[in-house]
């Protein structure tokens, strides 16, 4: 069984810089499992890892899709596993949503239907009335997807017309397996310092040009219902560009979004994987975890 090495984590926990580290000591190459820095041009508000920061590192599945062009889980998990078995000494899979890394790792199956279609009659509903149909219906479902993520919502509610039963139930009653052998380590901190660091990475974003980039976008045609731009750092720019709130106000908005995202993604990684944290913020928890890494590739 092939092992694979996952560096997972909430927004801001400091997954890049540790891979790099990791992906250097192994001479290997990095894998992103986020579903927004797929898209050209969704660079500032996406976070994602600048060329210099890479130091020679190749990394894979950034940059390749317009934001108007459709991702899905499908297709990371096809994407993923094709290079997993030609990545060697060993594949890392660097950040990305619980359900994404399950799906690759696991023995899930999914058919193109199942990845990209969603009910007609839904598309109605704004992203609102969409959250709460999925609140009364699974609330455990809802816990997982921001009301901005149009597309995962439709997903869920079209999964649970289908089967006619919600789609945590439908996962409940799923029993994956492992198909590598797989070691997530993951990116932790305190509660109030990883909040710190996510407030300060938007300020940052904000001193890069985030507004600049947005901008850009639409000038290029594309909107903000577009896959690439219903994520968190873009969405929230849609009431600013039409004169409804001030820059202060987009600005509180991604940080508050950001915080949220983090608490639900500690939530589903601590629930459904087998998760080795650490303080990536502590030297010498960084070196253990390396230790403890390398432990594990060496055991047969």
Same mark, same amino acid.
């Given at each position: 069984?092939?092992?694979?090495?996952?560096?997972?984590?909430? +927004? *801001?926990?400091?997954?890049?810089?540790?891979? =790099?580290?990791?992906?250097?000591?192994?001479?290997?190459?990095? =894998?992103?499992?986020?579903?927004?820095?797929?898209?050209?041009?969704?660079?500032?508000?996406?976070? %994602?890892?600048?060329?210099?920061?890479?130091?020679?590192?190749? /990394?894979?599945?950034?940059?390749?899709?317009?934001?108007?062009?459709?991702?899905?889980?499908?297709?990371?998990?096809?994407?993923?596993?094709?290079?997993?078995?030609?990545?060697?000494?060993?594949?890392?899979?660097?950040?990305?949503?619980?359900?994404?890394? %399950?799906?690759?790792?696991?023995?899930?199956?999914?058919?193109?239907?199942?990845?990209?279609?969603?009910?007609?009659?839904?598309?109605?509903?704004?992203?609102?009335?969409?959250?709460?149909?999925?609140?009364?219906?699974?609330?455990?479902?809802?816990?997982?997807? /921001?009301?901005?993520?149009?597309?995962?919502?439709?997903?869920?509610? +079209?999964?649970?017309?289908?089967? *006619?039963?919600?789609?945590?139930?439908?996962?409940?009653?799923?029993? /994956?397996?492992?198909?590598? !052998?797989?070691? =997530?380590?993951?990116?932790?901190?305190?509660?109030?310092?990883?909040?710190?660091?996510?407030?300060?990475?938007?300020?940052?974003?904000?001193?890069?040009?985030?507004?600049?980039?947005?901008?850009?976008?639409?000038?290029?045609?594309?909107?903000?219902? !577009?896959?690439?731009?219903?994520?968190? *750092?873009?969405?929230? @720019?849609?009431?600013?560009?039409?004169?409804?709130?001030?820059?202060?106000?987009?600005?509180?908005?991604?940080?508050? /979004?950001?915080?949220?995202?983090?608490?639900?993604?500690?939530?589903?990684?601590?629930?459904?994987?087998?998760?080795? @944290?650490?303080?990536?913020? !502590?030297?010498?928890?960084?070196?253990?975890? %390396?230790?403890? =890494?390398?432990? @594990?590739?060496?055991?047969?």
């Amino acid at each position: 069984m092939k092992k694979v090495l996952v560096i997972a984590g909430p +927004t *801001g926990s400091g997954k890049s810089a540790f891979s =790099i580290e990791v992906a250097k000591a192994f001479q290997t190459e990095i =894998i992103s499992g986020d579903s927004i820095q797929v898209y050209k041009g969704l660079d500032i508000g996406s976070g %994602k890892i600048k060329e210099e920061e890479m130091e020679g590192i190749p /990394h894979h599945l950034l940059s390749f899709l317009k934001p108007n062009e459709n991702y899905s889980v499908v297709q990371f998990q096809r994407m993923a596993r094709a290079l997993i078995e030609t990545i060697n000494p060993l594949p890392m899979i660097v950040g990305g949503t619980g359900f994404y890394l %399950k799906s690759c790792l696991y023995d899930y199956e999914f058919t193109d239907e199942e990845g990209d279609y969603v009910d007609k009659d839904l598309e109605a509903y704004s992203n609102e009335e969409l959250y709460a149909l999925l609140q009364e219906s699974d609330p455990i479902q809802a816990e997982k997807i /921001h009301v901005n993520n149009r597309w995962r919502l439709l997903r869920s509610l +079209t999964k649970q017309k289908r089967a *006619g039963i919600p789609q945590s139930e439908i996962e409940a009653k799923q029993n /994956h397996q492992p198909i590598y !052998d797989v070691f =997530i380590a993951g990116c932790t901190m305190e509660r109030e310092a990883l909040y710190a660091r996510i407030n300060a990475r938007v300020e940052e974003m904000f001193q890069e040009g985030l507004e600049k980039e947005v901008r850009n976008l639409i000038a290029q045609g594309y909107q903000f219902e !577009d896959p690439g731009l219903r994520g968190i *750092g873009y969405q929230e @720019w849609k009431d600013y560009l039409e004169g409804n709130c001030s820059l202060e106000e987009v600005k509180a908005n991604i940080q508050k /979004h950001s915080r949220q995202y983090a608490k639900r993604q500690y939530t589903w990684l601590n629930h459904q994987m087998e998760v080795h @944290w650490f303080d990536a913020l !502590d030297n010498n928890a960084r070196e253990a975890m %390396k230790k403890e =890494i390398k432990a @594990w590739y060496e055991k047969n």
